[in-house]
């Protein structure tokens, strides 16, 4: 471990031995504060443990992020996240986006009403599965995934750095995993939810569980729900409404087969693309009011998503499990959009102009993945094996028609702009992109007791990679390995290390006509983890470093093969190390609590990398059942992030760097129990109604301002 902490540098070293004292403290608190009020209920309440409790916890016990094998978290020499249905519940995270705008480590830039990017460790995050099951998501084109609703999901896993073993081609800033909710109920059970918010925000949702049949070995699951929404934009309208349902099926006492839906289909009215311009034409900072829209009274956006999914499950007595995951997925967008550019004059408004776009895509996905795993015996010690196999083929084809505007047909563009202008000349239909990416792959992972206080885990995945389409015909290989070192410390406390990888094919070529080799991402990882109180709180402390190599850079008068199109060279890329704290579960029987640090610098060759990320955050939330009242719960929490920056070119022509200050965004929420059955929530984010950028480069987008919403849950 000294060696491992000497490598990671001057500027962390020393930590662990701060972070072990910290771990130990944590741990006398936790036992005693657990023991007072167990003490307290026995002599008070009763005992409050059950069932119920262990589903209301912020952490889980096990999960098979990362390595498919069922483990608890202290046992994953990475870096892994849950945010658990129960938070996103009190937090009220109702889509991806939200989620991952709290989760520990990741940070969003919002560019515009619709889109937002998602970065952890100083690179984007483009791995998203669900089910285990990978889809890659690239910023180009949205067709809705991170505004997708939770309220399908059980919960959503995060495993921060490279993760090429679960997931094949990506990049190395962290996995999201979204994890469906299934009919695991063999009684009739659901509830009803209805709320009101902010910018005449409406959202009803229904879950409801029931069996099909008189043993309850067939069941069923159906959750849909609605919402309409205003904004804080001017004349910005929402409506989005989702139907999900699954049927679970016990084949035999061993082996279960799950059937699913899942329908969702938003419609925008007045969206914007981009921003508000971020410079006058003086060169000095635009001010405009957070509710002014960008967009056109003529523009719309209208995302819609099928899929259809199988699950098998088959368990042996002797520990082992066989699984096999199929879907098929389609998502639709069709968008009428204007991006208002330029630089208008500071006193009159004159002097932006627009382009206007057309665009409408398709994405079809068909993926399987089937593994096993389970236990083995060797030379007097018990182990775990994991060995599966995967395939996907992703279709993304798109198509525009674009409408240039100048400053005559913008007209003024401030405070008081409406939209109200006429739509551009439309040119002709062409194409973007018609491009079908297959991977097909192979992959394992043991998991090695070497001794009673020492396991490791190494693995590797093969990957063929492959697309074929206009953005040319390209076929790659590649071996992706892991290992990772665990070493337990106390019953309690763990020491890890590890190293990951993945990689990224890129379609650039060299002057002599040979594709790039992929561009790979290194994950060093060392750290700390630990659990108390049977699994229920985690705590994680990880150094990392990531390195990315063979990125493109363009040779300067250089042609493919003599002709005109550009050569590219490969170069080292960008390199981050910082480290992350985390502590999340039950403190108590009554209180919850997720808390984050996360800091981290990243450099490449021109500098600071991705200078709008920001390189260090807290993230803070609490729930809190009060004892003398136990039908009311409260809590709440803050995230804050350090300045940032973003260097652009100003009407002058020279460089301008756009700063963004340090804020933090502060929430609250209470919820009281009316009846067994009836709960009342409210939330409100933004407390104290900070005014920030979410965004900040050619275009300026504010964030979110202060907004509350109440709930009403009836279950059954």
Sequence with gaps: MGILMHFYGREISGKPLTVSLLALAIHGFVQQAYAEEKSQEMVVYGSTESAADEQQDYAVKTTRAGTKMNLAPRDIPQSVSVVTRQRMQDQNLQTVDQVLTNATGISSQQIDSERSYYYSRGFEITNFSYDDIPTSIGDAWNYGDAAEDTAIYDRIEVVRGANGLMTGAGDPGATVNM??????????????????GSWNTQRYVADVSTPLNSDGSLRGRVVTGY???????????????????????????????????????TNTGNPTWGGLPSLYSNGTRTHYDRSTNSAADWTRYQIESRKVFVDLTHDWDNGWTYRF?????????????????GNP?????????????????????????????????????????????SYSRQHNATESQDGPMDASQIGIFDNNWNGSVAQPTWGDWYQNANDIVRQKSAYTAARLSLADPLSLIIGARYTQYSTDGSSGDMRKYNITPYGGLVYDLTESLSAYASYTSIFSPQTKRTASGTWLSPITGKNYETGLKADWIDGRLTTNFAVFRIEQENVAEEVSGEFVNGGSEQAYRATSGAVSKGAEFEVNGAVTDNLQLTFSATRYVATDSDGRYNSFAPQTQLKLFTRYRVPVMPALTIGGGANWQNGVYKDVTGPDGETQRLRQGSYPLVSLFAQYQVTKQLAVQANVNNLFDREYYSYLDDSAVYGEPRNVSVSMNYSF
């Design 325 to 341: 995951n199929g879907t098929h997925g389609e998502q639709t967008f069709n968008d009428t959009l204007l991006y208002v550019m």
């Design 345 to 389: 004059d500071a006193d009159t408004g004159d002097g932006a102009s627009g382009w206007g776009s057309k665009d409408k895509g398709k994405r079809t996905i068909d993926s399987f993945d089937t593994y096993a795993s389970g236990p083995f015996n060797l030379l007097g010690r018990q182990h775990q094996l994991m060995a599966g196999a």
């Design 227 to 265: 919402q309409d929404q205003d904004s804080w934009l001017d004349r910005y309208h929402k409506t989005k409404k989702f139907l999900y349902g699954v049927v679970d099926a016990d084949l035999t006492d061993h082996t279960t087969v799950s059937l699913g839906w899942d329908y969702q289909k």
């Design 179 to 196: 994890v469906r909710k299934r009919a695991d109920s063999k009684t009739a059970t659901g509830n009803i939810s209805a709320s009101y």
